[in-house]
Nanobody
Framework: QAQLVESGGGSVQAGGSLRLSCAAS??????MGWFRQAPGKEREGVAG???????RYADSVKGRFTISKDNAKNTLYLQMNSLKPEDTAMYYC??????????????????WGQGTQVTVSS
C-alpha cells in the first residue's frame, strides 16, 4: 500500500499561488489524485493524474490548478494559481489502484495522506 505525505500548504491572499507536494513511497504506478475538504462539506476531487500522464480536473479549478509528477522523486504536485477564498480546505493526496484516473470520487481511492491545510483570505 502506498504511503503518502503532503506538504506545501499555508495561508495566502486571494489571487496568490501555492504548490502542494505529495511524497509517495511504496510501489506506486497508480492514478494519483488531489482532494480537498472544507469544514462542513464533503470531500471533493480536485485533480488526478494517471500512471502515463493523463489528467483530469474538477470544473472549479480548471485553468487555475495544474497537477504534475516527478517519477524520479516519486512526488506528485499541485500548482494552484489565482487562488480564491472558496479554495480554502484541507488538501489530501490519494492513490487509486488503476493506471488511469477513471474517477475523482473519493470512494475509489484507497491510500490517503494526512492532509495539508490551505487557507485563502480575501
Amino acid at each position: 500500500q502506498a504511503q503518502l505525505v503532503e506538504s506545501g500548504g499555508g495561508s495566502v491572499q486571494a489571487g496568490g499561488s501555492l504548490r502542494l507536494s505529495c511524497a509517495a513511497s511504496g510501489y506506486v504506478t497508480y492514478c494519483m489524485g488531489w482532494f480537498r475538504q472544507a469544514p462542513g462539506k464533503e470531500r471533493e476531487g480536485v485533480a488526478g493524474m494517471g500512471a502515463y500522464g493523463s489528467t483530469r480536473y474538477a470544473d472549479s479549478v480548471k485553468g487555475r490548478f495544474t497537477i504534475s509528477k516527478d517519477n524520479a522523486k516519486n512526488t506528485l504536485y499541485l500548482q494552484m494559481n489565482s487562488l480564491k477564498p472558496e479554495d480554502t480546505a484541507m488538501y489530501y493526496c490519494a492513490a487509486l489502484r488503476r493506471a488511469y484516473c477513471y474517477t475523482l470520487e473519493s470512494y475509489a481511492y484507497d491510500s490517503w495522506g494526512q492532509g495539508t491545510q490551505v487557507t485563502v483570505s480575501s
